[in-house]
């Protein structure tokens, strides 16, 4: 069953756990749940948007959407499996974590708990049902990555004026761009564009451009054989050492751990 043929399902025993392991489609619309969503990300990257912000989840890792939370799913390979649960929410005022929007690494025992959970693929889980604890367990265990995470993101805004330069960075990204070269481009006042940003994506210039580069940096890693350095490069970065210290202070890791994970 896909997810997005369940959503009333998922939500239809409060105290339960609904389970899907799904070699997935490639894009979610604008859905919610009345249930914390666990997923963990095997094979490629996911991208989650919410409130007018795309957060990138590479392979090997898990993001939690808290219940109610209005979200996009978009799949960057058809070979994505997205590995799914979606708990009770009873407990959830007992931890922050449960509260908040999060990307974080999967430990080996995660990956090794979810991946015990396939004998439960698109079923409802409950307290009759054998082994429950077993979920309870693995939901108990999720606040200890709360200093783990990632958010690694992208904001977005419909504003044409703002577009038309999300745009040009997002075909740009390797060249040497400065506020200067970006001002000049699009015939508006360095001021002018500063402001821009930061009043439609609550960012910097250079800030989003840093973070777009980590984005395209990733789907790299994770799609193509080119080196590191080459990596570091195609992304506009002079030095490997300045790419490697940008890389893990967004995503908490090495790119050569990242690809590793892949």
Known sequence: MKIIDSL?????????VFINHEKSTKRYPLHQHQKGQLTYVEGGITYVTVDNVTYVVPAKYFFWIPE?????LRLSNSATVLHSLYFYTSDDDKDPFYT???IYAASD???EMIAYTVCWHDKMVNQDTPNFVFLQALKNILP???????????????????????????????LPLTLTDISNKFNMSE?????????????????YLKALRIVKA???????EHSVSEIANTVGYVTLGAFSNAFCEFTG?????MRKNK
């Open 68 to 72: 109610g939370v209005p979200h996009i």
């Open 191 to 207: 001021r002018s564009v500063s402001r821009l940003f930061q009043a439609e994506l609550q960012i910097s210039f250079l800030q």
């Open 109 to 111: 025992l995660l990956i």
């Open 144 to 174: 200890t990555f709360i200093n783990k995470n990632i958010q690694l993101q992208l904001p977005f805004s419909d504003n044409p004026r703002i577009t038309k330069i999300t745009d040009y960075l997002d075909s740009s990204f390797g």
């Open 8 to 16: 009333e399902f998922i939500d239809s025993i409060e105290e339960g």
């Open 100 to 102: 908040t929007l999060g």
């Open 218 to 224: 990733i789907e790299l890693l994770m799609k193509t």
């Open 253 to 257: 890791t090495r790119p050569l751990e």
